[in-house]
């Protein structure tokens, strides 16, 4: 009776541990996902930025399709969208609901090409000169415009974003290393005195620590693969939601790369907490047995 107690309490344990190693590293796949992702959602963000230029009234078409050409081979840009002034009028009506062409006897909007830059060019410093190379093209180009406090807010907040995400990260990090310790060290707290016993008869440290070890290692692995398990759950939901934000964003190189860092630290975590755990009982003295 006092064997089979024995037997589903020592289960019991590891069941518990695997559980814990796997929500742990689950919690670390989805931040890591995201750090790993970080540069291309920067990028992402930054390639939405736009810059308009606003062309003259008079000027010729066989000009103004010359100048795009010119813009479009600029090592600065990632595309351009070129609309007329009746296009944007027609555009600014549908969201204004009436007829403003007719009723002011002309169309004041003019033509423009929008510009969206490369993410490296993403910034304040990169714009101001875009920006003056861009009217050097007057008397065909009549202004450039763009939000300044709108780069300047994107790029900050990507910065404090990462930083955040970094430090969560790490104390995520080591709140899970306490968690999983204490689950290794309560299961091995259990077989303490047959720790004892195997020393009694002289076996070796590292006689004794080895099975523990790879115990440790293997609870590793199976909760990095139940991690894993959820974390393909939870790609696969967003994938088909959202199809081409997560296709952006997240590839196969990605997930291999998250998979294989997932096994690695679960390996490591369970290798970690067993050895210092084990070494604990190693060192313990026969009258500490009992408390």
């Avoid at 064997?3 to 541990?17: A, P, V």
Wanted: charged letters at 20%; aromatic letters at 10%; hydrophobic letters at 45%.
């Amino acid at each position: 009776m006092s064997d089979k107690y024995t037997q589903r309490r020592l289960q019991s344990s590891s069941i518990t541990t695997v559980i814990s190693i796997s929500l742990v590293l689950f919690m670390l796949g989805l931040l890591g996902m995201v750090v790993l992702s970080a540069k291309k959602i920067s990028d992402h963000v930054k390639e939405n930025i736009r810059i308009s230029v606003y062309l003259n009234a008079d000027s010729k078409e066989t000009d103004v399709h010359a100048l795009q050409q010119s813009i479009d081979a600029s090592n600065y840009v990632r595309s351009t969208t070129y609309t007329s002034a009746k296009e944007a009028a027609d555009h600014f009506q549908k969201e204004l609901g009436e007829d403003f062409v007719n009723s002011i006897g002309y169309n004041p909007l003019p033509s423009s090409i929008d510009i969206f830059l490369k993410a490296s060019y993403a910034n304040n410093d990169s714009i101001n000169w875009i920006k003056k190379e861009l009217l050097s093209h007057k008397p065909l180009v009549e202004s450039v415009e763009y939000t300044e406090s709108h780069v300047n807010m994107i790029n900050d907040n990507l910065g404090k974003i990462s930083l955040v995400f970094l430090a969560f990260i790490g104390l995520l990090l080591f709140i899970a290393i306490a968690l999983i310790n204490n689950t290794i060290r309560l299961a091995i707290y259990s077989k303490r005195f047959l720790i004892r016993t195997m020393q009694l008869v002289g076996a070796t440290q590292g006689f004794i620590r080895k099975p523990f070890l790879l115990s440790g290692m293997i609870q590793g692995i199976y909760g990095a693969l139940i991690s894993l398990v959820m974390l393909l759950g939870i790609f696969y939901l967003l994938q088909r939601n959202y199809p081409e934000d997560v296709k952006s964003l997240l590839d196969i190189n990605l997930l291999g790369i998250m998979s294989g860092a997932l096994v690695f630290l679960g390996i490591l975590i369970g290798f970690i907490c067993t050895w210092f755990a084990v070494r604990k009982y190693l060192r313990i003295r026969t009258s500490e047995l009992y408390f």
